[in-house]
């Protein structure tokens, strides 16, 4: 399951568990989320980096609806 970082509280961080739901949906394991409203940072390990690309598409769909306007990927490792 992916590990939450907020810099928010309650909301932000029941929004923070869901979308580590999301991104379990999509085997992306591990991922460390950081709020920035209005930008969600997710850091992934670079082994999964080709992978969270390849369903890009597919997770902003899913991710937008909890009030982020973008989604992005660290491309820092883990």
Sequence with gaps: MAKE???????????LKEIAQVL???????AVLFDHAPVLRIQISEAQFA???QVREALVER??????RF???DLDEL
Excluded: R, V
């Excluded at 970082?5 to 929004?15: A, D, R, V």
């Excluded at 379990?24 to 591990?30: A, C, L, S």
């Excluded at 991710?63 to 982020?68: A, E, M, S, V």
């Design 5 to 15: 970082h907020s810099l928010g509280q309650g909301e932000n961080q029941t929004s």
């Design 24 to 30: 379990h949906e999509f085997q992306i394991e591990d």
């Design 51 to 53: 992978h969270a690309l």
């Design 63 to 68: 991710i937008k609806p909890f009030g982020y």
């Design 71 to 73: 989604i992005a990927l």
